[in-house]
C-alpha cells in the first residue's frame, strides 16, 4: 500500500521533478487521479470551473461529479483553454445559499483539443482564481508534451505559477498503468488518503506503479518521450497537409493532429487503422501519436490515406 522503498523513492522523484515538498499518491489511471484530486479539493456544495471539452466532463463517464457530488460548471471556449475573465460570471453568486460555489478551477495541459497553455497563462489565471479563493486544478494526462513543447519544466509550469494540484500523467508516456496526483501546497491534502482509498485507487502493490514513475523521470526520459511523440504529430500533420483532400485543421502543438476527411474515406480509414471521430457532424477527426510512433508508421499511415481517397502512393 505504498509503505516500501520503491515507492518512497518514487514519491522524491516527483517531488524533485517539482522542486517543490508536495504531498504525492498513486492511482491506478487518469480519470481515478482527477477523481482523487477533485474530491479532495470539493465539499458537495461546491462547484468545478472548467472548458466544456475538459476530459471531467467528457471523457470520465461522470465520475467527478458522482464521486464528489459536486457540480461541473462547463464553459463554452473555442479553443479548450480558460482564461481570467471567465471566472467573473461564475463567481456572482459567491456567498449565496441557493447556487452552487465554485471552489476549483480546473484546466488541461495540454488541453483536449491539442492547444497549449503558456506559462504566463497558468499563472493569469492562478492570480485571479486566488484572488476570488479558488483553487487550481490542472489534469496533465499529457503534462509531459505540453513541457517538452514549450520548453519547459514542471517547476515552472506548475509550481511557480501557481497551480495547487495537478495529475502527473505517466500512461500517455510510456507507463503500462498509474498516474500522480499531485498537492503543490500539502495542506491541501489532508483527506486525500482516504478519498484515494474510497475511490478505489489505492494501489496494493503500488512499487509496480512507482518504479514506472522513477525509471521515465530518470535522465528525462518522460520529455525525451514527449519530444518524440510531438515531433511524429508535426511530421504526420506536414506529410498529410499536402495531400488533396486532407483538412489539417489548426497547428499540431503537441501530440495531437485534427483533420477533416471525406465521410466515405474516413469510413475506409476505420476500418484498417483505429482513431478517434472527434466531431461526427464535421467529419473531424484526431490522429494522435506516441513515444512509440516511428517514421515507419507515419509512411503507414499516409499511404493508406493516399489509398484511401485512391490517389497514387
Request: aromatic share 8%; proline share 4%; glycine share 6%.
Amino acid at each position: 500500500y505504498g509503505d516500501d522503498r520503491w515507492t518512497r523513492a518514487a514519491i522524491d522523484d516527483v517531488r524533485r521533478t517539482l522542486d517543490a515538498p508536495a504531498e504525492v499518491l498513486f492511482t491506478w489511471g487518469g480519470t481515478g487521479a482527477n477523481v482523487v484530486g477533485l474530491g479532495t479539493l470539493l465539499q458537495p456544495w461546491q462547484a468545478v470551473i472548467c472548458a466544456d471539452s475538459a476530459h471531467i466532463v467528457v471523457d470520465e463517464c461522470g465520475a467527478p461529479v458522482r464521486f464528489t457530488n459536486s457540480q461541473l460548471i462547463a464553459l463554452a471556449t473555442p479553443d479548450g483553454k480558460l482564461r481570467p475573465d471567465d471566472l467573473v460570471a461564475p463567481s456572482h453568486w459567491l456567498g449565496s445559499e441557493h447556487h452552487p460555489q465554485p471552489r476549483v478551477v480546473s484546466i488541461t495541459q495540454s488541453t483536449e483539443l491539442g492547444t497549449l497553455y503558456t506559462v504566463d497563462e497558468i499563472a493569469a489565471l492562478c492570480d485571479a482564481a486566488h484572488a476570488l479563493d479558488m483553487v487550481v486544478h490542472l489534469d496533465g494526462a499529457r503534462i509531459a508534451n505540453a513541457a517538452a513543447a514549450l520548453n519547459t519544466d514542471l517547476r515552472a509550469m506548475i509550481r511557480d505559477t501557481g497551480v495547487d494540484a495537478f495529475t502527473f500523467g505517466f500512461t500517455k508516456n510510456g507507463a503500462v498503468f498509474g498516474e500522480a496526483v499531485c498537492f503543490v501546497d500539502p495542506s491541501l491534502a489532508a483527506s486525500a488518503a482516504f478519498v484515494r482509498k474510497q475511490a478505489g485507487q489505492l494501489v496494493s502493490k503500488s512499487r509496480f506503479v512507482a518504479a514506472q514513475i522513477s525509471a521515465l523521470l530518470a535522465d528525462d526520459l518522460w520529455l525525451r518521450n514527449a519530444r518524440h511523440a510531438n515531433d511524429r504529430a508535426q511530421d504526420l500533420a506536414q506529410r498529410v497537409s499536402a495531400i488533396d483532400g486532407v483538412e489539417v485543421c489548426g497547428t499540431a502543438e503537441v501530440n495531437a493532429v485534427f483533420v477533416r476527411l471525406p465521410r466515405p474515406v474516413l469510413e475506409v480509414l476505420r476500418e484498417w487503422s483505429f482513431f478517434w471521430e472527434w466531431d461526427a457532424g464535421s467529419d473531424l477527426v484526431r490522429w494522435m501519436t506516441s513515444f512509440a510512433t516511428t517514421a515507419e508508421d507515419i509512411d503507414r499511415f499516409v499511404d493508406g490515406i493516399r489509398v484511401a481517397l485512391r490517389l497514387p502512393s
